[in-house]
């Protein structure tokens, strides 16, 4: 199939053509005749680089009305966001943020790209736009059996399919195991394909050679490992360098932050400086100073660069545009780049296939390892594509059995798990979807998790949940069954926040209004918001829990919770390390010397920061539902912001 027998317009046409797209991958023939173009659900479950961005596109440019593309990450929705922008006569809007706003200004566009948690964000807050949408694609639909998104991700198809009744659905996924099942449940096509415009072959290695699973072998020169060094490390070096070469550009695949940035400063020892590469250093080094941005200023000067959640943002935007255009040849990283933004590369190189998982080192999912070997291989730039984990005589048979030999896990849904429950019941009732235990039921019976498990009876779950609810505060439960929100648990939904934030946050206001004025402080609510579950923790380390004791018990007429009332005790630690870290940077502390201070990631200062943001708004909006005149949620919101824009330029990462 041809791009001229597209149904598209001319530009569209000539757009694709200008891109070297003449003809239709295999698999974006079969989702044409599987309907894509008109109007049917479709369910495409093929490789990466095979050509799920054109399926969305036409599925999209072809829909009778706006359409809505889902992405997982906020990386991912601008990049698709930029990428959707150069489609010729397409208006296209982003929203990932503002999670108490409607957005009605999306309605205005073609194409819409958006998080599953704005768009649910959206429909809580009333949004009319979703109303009028013709098609919705989902891309990474096998996020389905996340514990977080999963639930989240469902419900909001489930609910859209009934404020648009008609709605398109197309759903994408490189790496699912029964895309069958998600298939039935959307009453979809199935396109399931292994075709890659790529040969991607994946092995492991072992005693000095690597054996892939179309039955060749790679010899790999590994040298001398002296009684300081890392095995493991060295064989990674030792097939990074193969790789380079060649020609190709290697991604290599590592389980934490530290090992990201050692294994990088390793391969930097080989590095191979250009001038392209001392001027994305020198942008770095513009972007910020921390310890972190100059280490891989340094590393980026030898062509390695590494990635993690630890690097703002402007530092990981750098790296993967200077990975993309082939400035930086290596790229370290820990898995989650796996499921993010698109960075391939000829050669990938996992090198930990386990992680800690706070109790124990577990093994990666299988999910997690075929996303990471799926990168291999780019299309008009290399000539195959490589997954190599790395193993030795003991392990060697136990990872192809695990990881080559074997599919993705089953996606499975999440949605029974008693906090989703919570959170999504109190949403569509608190939204007007529903307005009874049997209303609820009903749309719960269009979910992923009621086609997977049709003999459930959620009904006596569901019950006890709508109490544990009006427990809360935030629901009312009739004795014939009927539903209400209160005003407080419409504020929570409206608010994106979980009820068992909102009902911390409600407990802390009520604290707060009895305390002594002269007592409440920025801290206050910092620390309050800190210790709620939607505010993701810091790391205690031992060296400093007595000192962050002494600064708790000096401040302890601050808190709302003091330590003997606190039911986990290293949890309230951890909340009021990190009320302190954004307080001071409140007061006007750089993010190199929070970095320094508390061992953090510069990365992590940002998030919390926004976060911290986030749910201050939350408490100011339930502090006026409770008509309680504390302002503190308001100061210490407004202190932060006007720290990110005071400290742009100076204290910026």
């Not at 396109?191 to 072992?206: A, C, K, M």
Request: glycine share 8%.
């Amino acid at each position: 199939m041809y791009v001229r027998d597209l149904p598209v317009s001319a530009a569209v046409r000539e757009h694709y053509r200008a891109a070297g797209i003449e003809e239709l991958y295999p698999p974006q023939a079969a989702a044409v005749d599987a309907g894509i173009a008109e109007g049917g659900n479709v369910v495409a479950a093929i490789p990466t680089a095979s050509g799920k961005t054109l399926i969305a596109e036409l599925a999209m440019l072809t829909a009778d009305g706006p359409a809505l593309y889902i992405v997982p990450l906020r990386a991912l929705a601008r990049e698709k966001y930029e990428s959707f922008s150069e489609l010729p006569g397409v208006s296209v809007g982003i929203s990932t943020g503002d999670f108490d706003s409607p957005a009605e200004e999306l309605g205005e566009e073609d194409v819409v790209v958006a998080t599953a948690e704005k768009v649910d964000s959206a429909i809580r807050n009333g949004a009319t736009w979703v109303e009028d949408l013709a098609c919705v694609v989902v891309d990474e639909v096998h996020l389905l059996g996340r514990p977080r998104r999963g639930p989240t991700l469902e419900v909001t198809l489930a609910t859209l399919q009934r404020r648009a009744p008609g709605v398109q659905v197309v759903a994408l996924s490189a790496t699912i195991d029964n895309p069958e099942d998600v298939a039935a449940w959307l009453d979809a096509d199935l396109v399931e394909s292994t075709w890659r415009p790529v040969d991607l072959r994946t092995g492991v290695y072992s005693e000095g050679a690597v054996a892939f699973d179309d039955d060749t072998a790679l010899s790999v020169d590994v040298g001398p490992v002296g009684p300081n060094d890392d095995g493991d490390t060295e064989v990674t070096a030792a097939l990074v360098a193969d790789a380079l070469d060649g020609g190709g550009q290697c991604l290599a695949f590592v389980r934490s932050r530290r090992e990201a940035e050692s294994l990088a400063a390793r391969l930097a020892e080989d590095g191979r400086e250009s001038d392209a590469t001392a001027d994305l250093a020198d942008e770095i080094r513009d972007a910020g100073g921390t310890e972190t941005g100059r280490l891989l200023a340094e590393t980026v000067e030898s062509g390695v660069g590494f990635h993690h959640a630890g690097l703002v943002s402007e530092h990981r935007a750098l790296v993967e545009s200077g990975f993309r255009d082939r400035e930086v040849k290596v790229l370290c990283a820990t898995p989650t780049l796996a499921a993010g933004v698109n960075v391939p590369a000829r050669r990938v190189v996992v090198r930990d296939l386990k992680r800690y998982t706070g109790e124990e080192m577990a093994w990666l999912s299988t999910l997690e390892v075929h996303q990471m070997c799926g990168r291999a291989g780019r299309p008009h730039l290399d000539p195959y594509g490589e997954a190599v984990l790395v193993g030795d005589e003991h392990t060697a048979e136990e990872l192809w059995d695990r990881y080559v030999d074997t599919g993705p896990e089953a996606v499975e849904s999440q949605l029974a798990a008693r906090e989703a429950l919570r959170t999504h019941v109190l949403s569509v009732v608190a939204s007007g979807f529903a307005d009874s235990e049997d209303a609820v039921l009903e749309l719960l019976d269009a979910t992923f998790f009621a086609h997977q498990s049709p003999n459930v009876d959620l009904s006596g779950v569901l019950a006890e949940v709508a109490d544990e609810l009006a427990s809360m505060e935030l629901l009312e439960v009739g004795a014939d069954g009927g539903l209400a929100a209160t005003d407080l648990g419409a504020t929570v939904s409206r608010q994106y926040v979980r009820p068992e934030t909102g009902a911390r946050l409600i407990e802390g206001i009520r604290t707060i209004r009895a305390m002594d004025e002269d007592t409440v402080t920025a801290l206050t609510a910092l620390a309050l918001v800190c210790g709620t579950p939607d505010m993701r923790g810091t790391y205690l380390g031992n060296r400093e829990r007595a000192e962050i004791y002494r600064y708790a018990t000096s401040h302890a007429a601050e808190f709302t919770t003091g330590p003997d009332e606190a039911e986990d005790f290293e949890a309230w630690l951890c909340a009021v390390k990190l009320a302190r870290i954004l307080r001071e940077w409140s007061e006007g502390a750089d993010i190199e010397t929070l970095v320094e201070r508390y061992r953090i990631g510069p990365g992590d200062v940002e998030s919390h920061v926004e976060r911290a943001a986030w749910l201050l708004g939350a408490g100011d909006a339930l502090a006026d539902t409770l008509d309680a005149d504390v302002g503190i949620f308001r100061t210490a919101r407004r202190d932060l912001g006007e720290s990110v824009s005071e400290g742009a330029g100076a204290r910026r990462p």
